[in-house]
């Protein structure tokens, strides 16, 4: 985290080099984080591209982080929850398309990368009933490593909060889980 | 340690040193996890249960590959890039304009075409645009002064119609920052090539218009731009905006068959539906638009789906609401005119939506 501050402070300095390496770093993670809310690759590519171009326009005014990671996904978020209130007015026509595809990349994502279609198909069921929100968080949990402060600090809610959505999210994985799956299991194990 | 006896899979999913373990990270913990399967059998089946779903999550990955990464670096380091030089440049290309010479051909018949140093930056409106989005000293002017429509292909392929009167201009050096980029007064309809790395911008009378690939129409007067799309999305924004990303709020969207307005002196765009929707896609090829007794949900679906247009109604008022009603080729207003009429409600146009209003049927 030192280093994150380190980083942060040269940044700020229009060291052009560790910019260039933070989006090099970041972007990925960002792109995946974003794609849980937008599916569209364009405008998500967009919302990267003027989060980093606003970040270099306001260095000088950003504030000291030595966490970059959570800053980063907190500031992508604002930006993509902003762009899709103002597209709100167009979810009906863009439900059509984009929306259903991407459930049902979802499952042939999971589906095809694994040999047990079976079982991936079950697990895609499982996270398929989770809401939105609860995908978020698990993505925050499972794929970021973050802790509960930071994540409280993206999803700008109190820790808590974090902790209570957490716990009921994987409650709900771990009931769906137990109907679904025992068989499967035994099978692997025995 | 005895408390992983009570474990149940959210404990396990929720342990960071669990996580860190099963993504094969070492660890202090290293031996832990293996010495908790060996001290409670009864666990194994769980902790595998939470290791499986842990790296399904983490494997369901919206891929970026390597290529992709890079374009995109190189498209925020183009404008960062940009931003930085913007205070430089401008001194530069103020003091090239003071000496920049007309040079002007008539090439055929009624049409001026040449190139030219920045020539006439007033007329064409281009006085005002700030130096970063300003095209390069070397530009293509092209004025139909012909009484018909004229078409003409931009060197990207994409095909511009210009209208009686409209003046259009770009950079010879077409593709520049990553932007393609036309100034527009008049009228013309854009129909352009996709090239989602390059967006492409028209620039008239204060108001962007951007998109990636798309048909378009954009008119401009002295008083309003107007841009009607025909096909894909594009988006709009006041263009003293333009330079402040952090504040896109201005920023419209347009769908197909919506259409935005902007007013010149006000700065404001509105948005609202073109006159005459056109369908974007065919509709049912056995059922058409003919209903038999359906619910208005079912017909509204269906108009929504084939003209693009949202269309905002109570759903629980309308519940009992149900139609008979054969429709075929009359325009997009001329249905909605028959459907509200047949059922006693009314509709407006807001905000780019249709917004129903009815009293519910019983």
């Given amino acids: 985290m030192e280093q994150d501050l380190e980083r942060w402070k040269k940044f700020k300095n229009g060291d052009a080099a560790v910019f260039e390496d933070m989006i090099r770093r970041e972007f990925r993670a960002l792109f995946e984080y974003g794609s849980r809310f937008i599916h569209d690759r364009d405008t998500l590519n967009d919302c990267i591209h ?63 990368t694994e040999t047990d279609e079976r079982r991936k198909l079950q697990i895609g069921t499982v996270l398929h009933s989770l809401t939105p929100r609860q995908r978020e968080i698990i993505h925050l949990k499972f794929f970021e490593n973050l802790s509960h402060e930071q994540i409280a600090e993206v999803l700008d809610i109190s820790r808590p909060a974090v902790a209570n959505l957490l716990s009921q999210a994987l409650r709900l994985f771990r009931d769906k889980w137990h109907t679904i799956l025992p068989s499967l299991f035994m099978i692997l194990f025995y | ?30 031996g832990l996890w293996e010495e908790i399967v060996r001290l409670y059998p009864d666990k194994k089946v769980i902790m595998q249960q939470a290791r499986e779903l842990v790296l399904t999550w983490q494997e369901h990955s919206a891929i970026v590959t390597d290529q992709q990464l890079e ?174 990303p952090t504040d896109r709020n201005t920023e419209l969207l347009l769908t197909p ?61 309308m519940e009992k609401c149900s139609l008979r009603v054969e429709l075929s080729n009359e325009p997009f207003f001329t249905k909605l005119d028959i459907i509200t009429q047949t059922l006693g409600a009314a509709y407006r146009v807001s905000d780019g939506q249709v917004v129903i209003s009815s009293e519910g049927c019983r």
């Fill in chain 1, 50 to 112: 003027d989060l980093f171009a606003s970040l270099w326009d306001r260095r000088r005014f950003l504030a000291d982080t030595d966490k970059i990671r959570p800053y980063l996904l907190k500031s992508l978020r604002n930006r993509l929850l902003k762009e899709i209130e103002r597209t709100h007015a167009l979810t009906p026509f863009e439900s059509w398309h984009e929306n259903r595809d991407a459930e049902d990349d979802i499952e042939t994502r999971l589906i095809s």
């Fill in chain 2, 1 to 30: 340690m005895k408390y992983y006896k009570d474990y149940d899979l959210e404990d396990f999913l929720q342990d960071d040193s669990f996580r860190r373990w099963v993504a094969g990270e070492a660890d202090a913990t290293e």
């Fill in chain 2, 71 to 244: 374009d995109q670096v190189q498209r925020i380091l183009h404008t960062t890039q940009a931003h930085t030089e913007v205070t430089e440049r401008r001194f530069a290309i103020t003091k090239y304009l003071s000496v920049a010479a007309a040079a002007a051909a008539l090439v055929s018949g009624l049409t001026w075409f040449y190139f030219a140093a920045d020539r006439d930056t007033t007329r064409s409106g281009r006085a005002n645009y700030p130096a970063a989005i300003r095209p390069d000293s070397k530009t293509q002017e092209l004025v139909n002064n012909l009484e018909k429509e004229m078409r003409l292909r931009l060197p990207d392929s994409s095909e511009v119609r210009l209208s009686p009167g409209a003046r259009i201009t770009y950079s010879q050096n077409f593709v520049h920052n990553k932007k393609r980029e036309v100034f527009l007064s008049g009228e013309a309809f854009f129909d352009v090539t996709k090239d989602p790395q390059n967006p492409f911008f028209v620039y008239a009378n204060g108001l962007v218009t951007r998109v990636l690939g798309t048909s378009f129409l954009v008119k401009a007067t002295d008083t309003n731009v107007e841009v009607l799309v025909r096909s894909g999305r594009v988006s709009v924004l006041p263009l003293k905006d333009i330079e402040n």
């Fill in chain 2, 257 to 317: 068959n919506q259409q935005a307005i902007f007013s010149v002196k006000d700065n404001v765009i509105s948005k609202s539906i073109t006159n005459m929707p056109l369908e974007l896609i065919k509709p049912d090829a056995e059922a058409g638009f003919v209903f038999e007794n359906q619910p208005v949900s079912k017909v509204f679906y269906a108009l929504e789906k084939v003209y693009g247009i949202p269309i905002v109604y109570d759903a629980a008022v």
